[in-house]
């Protein structure tokens, strides 16, 4: 450790680089260009730029070729003289309709978060859903009537509800430690989702800025700071369902925006029992900034949920025609939600590629959820309905410092360094048994929580002719306090815990459009609190070990393609069950696997795009034939495209593929897979857009979500154990409306 942190002190003393090119990219308005790719064709050199639109390249000679490219824009392309090296550029950049010839390949071992934002721009996000299916491989489904986080599948993991991907909004955490319902639990519908500028990801735990839950992978997403011009949307559609969608841009000037946001969204779905769900969202954001200076972004935002549920039925009782597919066993089910976010962020450019960036959050969180997965198993009289409750207080800040034309002993490189925490205050966290969501028989678990995460992270950037390297380090401190209310004397108890995570990644790009990338790195997730506690702090941040080898090529400009072998190694640990309030051991695990992707776009108004993943996972401790991982995808394969522009006719086509997938452990129930196929069509005239979105064009019979389920239904005098499934959403029509002002 003494060696790391001298090493980081040389590099805070670094010498400002001979070369430099400096400057600020505009649109045609003035307005600064935030995160535009400045790349050295000559050097191989790479920058972004920062809020205010400023950057910094460095290793810059005369006569070097430098592109600057955004999505959005057309691509500009500047040969450097004298005076550039001397004098601030200003760089203004044309707007243009999006296109794969825009993305530049550069060393970053995110890379391939630039090349799939092309997907996002294409297709826009149309509901809270298809967030998270914007990452290549990732697959989501629902099963509590639209209230819940949605089930998580990537790479070979059953992630539940966020368990190994950490899931932020513009650096605020969204997955919560200690939920009432599980760990990690990620809950995304608080965005709405016409306000998301771009989906940054990654996958593995290879990110030194990523922490708690970086172990499949992370998701980042961007806001938009500002918009062009006001609009308000309405759709209306089959089973009940309602949206109404308004953006007020409230200002909009060169040094300050500011707009308002809302969502009300009502369906009642397609189940017999209506889910009576409604979500509002309402957000505002307001933004000022001194160009190549310093910008502020506040953000406040309110989001609430109600609905009722059917639940997941047993196979069973639809094979005996007691139920139909969307019929229920038990359909008291349901809850309500509701999360309060302030979030401050400010980044402040220090001159000659340095900058700091500091993101402040508090967030007020409830939930309450009634679910019966085993419905008389339990209690043969009342039932085995349960109620998860918790009321949460979250507060946490980062302050980041990074300089991008860093010196020692003559090798230039980029540096960064961070510092932050994370404080959850839970209050009445519980797990009880009830009767019809309003009689309260037992109560399981019962207490006050109070985790407190506390980090460091370094990390270097070293070019050294076509290679890069970059060694980073985390360190994660942690405090887990648990007051259990359900003991008769006060039983409060505490436990610490270290975690060191290194990583180090290796790029290699032999021409400006070929990369090759070795990714290695160690990450975690924590445990919840109760079973910190009660294991006497053993066991409670299982280590994840990556390894990741792959490539990026641009054969043409408007093709992409990307292929990675991949390994991820899970150490044993103990696992909270929620919805049983007992303490179960989790042995290791091992996956391996190969993703393939593809993107092209032969003619600006067509792009296709497709991704193929398949994994291999096993527990590493059962015998051969009984290490299944219960609900881990083995293949899964989603693409699409969309064809039209910004006028006149445009539309898409997009499909999600899963395979069959073991159930328990041996293999003896299995999950059907799917295959699902959601489309839409629109007309844009002027300042109007007449759209028509299916969900399941096909109408195929899919099941969302799946378990290896024992259960006992009311007039059976035994249990059995098989699929209990939610079933998908049918052929779903609707329509909407949009106008822009």
Known sequence: MKYFMAALSMLCMGTIAAQNVEGQLVNQVGSPIEDAGIFNKTSGQHSHTDGTGYFVLNKTSVNDTIYFSRLGYATLTKVIDKADLQNPLTIVMEESSISLDQVVLVSEVDAMSRVVDVDVKTEPVKSSQEILRKVPGLIIGQHAGGGKAEQIFLRGFDVDHGT?????????????VSHAHGQGYADLHFVIPETIENVNFGKGPYYAEEGNFNTAGYVDLKLRKSFDKSMISTEAGQFGARRFVGMLNLMDNQNSNAYLASELYLTDGPFESPQNFNRINVMGRYRYALPGDQELLLTASHFSSRWDASGQIPQRAVDQGLISRFGAIDDTEGGQTSRTNFVLNHSKNMGIGKSLNTMAFVSHYDFELYSNFTFFLEDPVNGDQIRQFEDRLMAGAKTVFQDNSANLGGMEFKYNAGVGFRYDNVDDNQLSRTLNRQELLERLAFGDIDEM???????????????????????DYFRFDYNDKTSELYDSRSEEKVAFSPKFNTIYSPTAKTQFFLKTGIGFHSNDTRVVVANGGEDILPAAYGVDFGTILKPADKLVLNATLWSLFLDQEFVYVGDAAIVEPSGKTRRMGIEVGARYQPMDWLYLYTDANYTHARSTEEADGEDFIPLAPDFTMVGGLTVGGNQGFSGGINYRYIDDRP????????????????????YSINNWTFGLIVENLFDTEWNETQFATESRLFNESNSFEEIHFTPGTPFYLRGKVTVTF
Do not use: C, H
């Open 663 to 682: 159930a328990n452990e041996d293999n003896s129930i299995v999950a059907e897979g799917y295959f699902v196929t959601d489309a839409n069509l629109n």
């Open 164 to 176: 190994d991907v950490a899931i932020n909004v513009d650096g605020m955490p969204v997955n919560m």
């Open 453 to 475: 995460n506390g980090y460091a992270f370094a990390g270097a950037s070293f070019k050294t002719g076509k290679f890069t390297l970059e060694p980073a380090l985390r360190m």
